[in-house]
């Protein structure tokens, strides 16, 4: 997220049924955010994230 949008859209596509993880790191390398793997069928898929942390709170900068 950025100052003018409060989420973010991860899309990507898939030419088999694949496991998907997205991990989030600030741009001191510490993970604020993750989305365990989960499977996904062939296709476009995607998923959004809201600028929060994995324990809830907002992360408001040093997003890279």
């Known amino acids: 997220p950025n100052p ?33 793997k989960q499977t996904f069928p062939e296709g476009s898929h995607q998923i959004k994230w809201h600028g929060r942390k994995n324990n809830c709170r907002y992360e408001l900068t040093n997003i890279i």
């Open 4 to 36: 003018f949008s409060p989420t973010t859209t991860f899309k990507f596509k898939l030419e088999n049924e694949s496991s998907v993880g997205i991990k989030i790191y600030d741009i001191k390398g510490s993970l604020i955010r993750e989305y365990k």
